[in-house]
């Protein structure tokens, strides 16, 4: 643990624990008077896990008030959440934004931070909806002291490796390994979340060669609203093939609780992880550590982007990047009120996100460190450490030495995707013959049967219900709305006459999440009752 929580980490780990509920409210306030500190709360939190001997990971964050100085730190990586907010000499510390919302942190809105997030569907850096509430930077160093506060944090950027595809393939291969047998002193039952994908079937392969078969593997269905995809099945014949159990969950009926659920536990800070709720709500009691694929794809294959993009960021032509990276974003002109375009648009987008990319022009892989110390870390971190806060998660492919491994692999290396494949078909060819979800456009339909017509009219009756609900809560009238009604509702009426539009996806999630966001600004209590 970082020594900005030494004392916490002399001490047992159990000494520090709280039952989960109370852990997800946990908060310090302090109060400068400019002689004394008034303080109430938890003078002492450990959230996550706290770096263990031999263990991969050790994703966590916490705080310490000794009576004179308040510390707080975080993992190397800063993907456990933790917020804070300084309101003149008052400082709030919680992993709940909410919980800083109702002890009265100010909800003034982050018009440059929701500009990004209403095209990209995440964060940058330490944005919050908020421009009060930040997120602890990585590997935080945040101390206050006699009213003086000071935070810092740093990316992990190592100089580029040069290596041959092979020794890449082999150091991957080795390094993974080790990854999941140093993880497996502290996991004695394990659950593995399995998709169509590379990253959990890599993980749950290893597994089995280490000789520790899951406990439980679990695929989930999707919602209403997600693209189509495999995983359901793929996932299947990949447990039968290794001989695991497998379940699979289906998903609620009820599309806009579950998506007003989605963005409290997921603190208003992700347009994703709906999907996730199930698995949360299964595994809820059980005493299974949890195995996580996070982060195989953006450090090793997927986020490479093309050498054109990684030219531009290396000759730091950022301002082209945020452009590309944007697009047009039409869709959100027209979304919003026209008397808001100025507060919230593409060019206040572009501006935050050209200042962002600027940090990664040095970076190996300059476009995949972008979107992992953003994307990565700011929204996909908060499917196992956010709605999955209650279990103990383990991410091997954030292990220290295999990290430092795959972000040191040039672009180029990486530019034609396929590392990750060829590491999985070199080491386990007997599994090879099992597709992954990507190649779905491939595969004959006989081997994976397409929904039915009555399954497929099912599934649209599903999206529109939910579509109908979420304009229905979406465009209710807050006193301080961000959108057009009026063309919102044409929207979705132009979505209910045609099969598919691309706006159905993004249309519903944004109208339910922005009224939330403005009940909660205006009433943080109330935008706990849904």
């Known amino acids: 643990m970082p020594d900005a929580d030494t004392a916490a980490a002399r001490a047992p780990v159990a000494a520090l624990a709280r039952a989960s509920a109370e852990r997800r409210e946990a908060f310090f306030e302090l109060r400068w008077t400019g002689r004394e500190a008034l303080t109430r709360g938890d003078a002492e939190c450990l959230l996550g896990a706290a770096p263990r001997q031999g263990e991969a990971g050790g994703i966590h964050a916490g705080w310490r008030w000794d009576g004179q100085r308040l510390r707080a730190c975080n993992d190397r990586y800063g993907f456990y959440p933790l917020f804070y907010a300084r309101d003149g000499e008052r400082l709030l510390l919680s992993p709940s934004l909410v919980r800083l919302l109702e002890l009265g942190a100010p909800a003034e809105l982050d018009e440059d931070a929701l500009s990004v997030f209403l095209i990209t569907g995440f964060f940058l850096g330490e944005d919050t909806p908020f421009r009060a509430i930040r997120a602890l930077p990585p590997a935080a160093r945040f101390t206050w002291e006699r009213g003086e506060l000071s935070v810092a944090g740093e990316y992990v950027i190592r100089p580029p490796l040069d290596v041959s595809w092979a020794d890449a393939v082999e150091g991957y291969t080795r390094l993974f390994r080790q990854a999941i047998r140093r993880s497996l002193a502290h996991a004695p039952a394990i659950a593995l979340p399995l998709s169509g994908g590379k990253d959990s079937r890599h993980i749950l392969l290893e597994l089995l060669r280490a000789g520790r078969a899951p406990e439980l593997t679990v695929t989930f269905e999707q919602l209403p609203w997600q693209e189509p995809n495999l995983d359901v099945p793929i996932a299947r014949e990949l447990a039968a093939a290794a001989g695991v159990p497998h379940v699979v969950l289906p998903q609620p009926r009820d599309a806009l609780r579950t998506e007003l659920r989605k963005n409290l536990l997921t603190h208003l800070c992700s347009d994703e992880h709906a999907h996730y709720l199930v698995l949360a709500d299964y595994l809820r009691g059980r005493k299974l550590v949890v195995y996580d694929g996070m982060a195989g794809d953006v450090l090793s294959e997927s986020k490479v982007r093309g050498l054109e993009r990684t030219r531009l960021f290396q000759e730091g032509r950022v301002e082209e990047l945020a452009r590309l990276e944007l697009g047009p974003a039409e869709h959100l002109r027209r979304f919003l009120r026209p008397e808001l375009q100025g507060a919230f648009n593409r060019e206040r987008a572009h501006a935050r996100l050209a200042s962002e990319m600027a940090r990664h022009v040095e970076a190996p892989n300059p476009f995949g460190s ?90 649209r009756a599903r999206s529109l219900a939910w579509l109908g609900r979420a304009v229905l809560y979406g465009t209710r009238a807050p006193a301080e709305r961000i959108v057009d009604h009026r063309y919102a509702r044409l929207r979705a009426a132009r979505v209910l006459t045609r099969a598919r539009d691309p706006m159905h996806p993004w249309l519903p999630r944004m109208l339910v999440y922005l009224a939330q966001l403005q009940t909660l600004a205006a009433d943080p209590a109330a935008a706990r009752s849904y």
Not at 385 to 409: G, N, S
Not at 417 to 431: D, E, I, K, N, S
Request: with cysteine.
């Open 370 to 459: 972008y979107r992992f110390w953003n994307r990565t870390r700011r929204e996909i971190a908060l499917s196992p450490f956010a709605i999955l806060a209650d279990c103990d998660v383990v991410v091997p492919y954030l292990d220290p030495d295999l990290f430092d491994f795959l972000a040191a692999l040039p672009a180029p290396l990486l530019a034609e995707r396929r590392l990750h494949t060829a590491v999985m078909q070199q080491a386990f060819p007997g599994f090879a013959k099992i597709p992954f979800d990507y190649e779905r456009r491939t595969i004959a339909p006989a081997r994976y049967p397409r929904p039915t017509r009555p399954d497929r009219l099912r599934e």
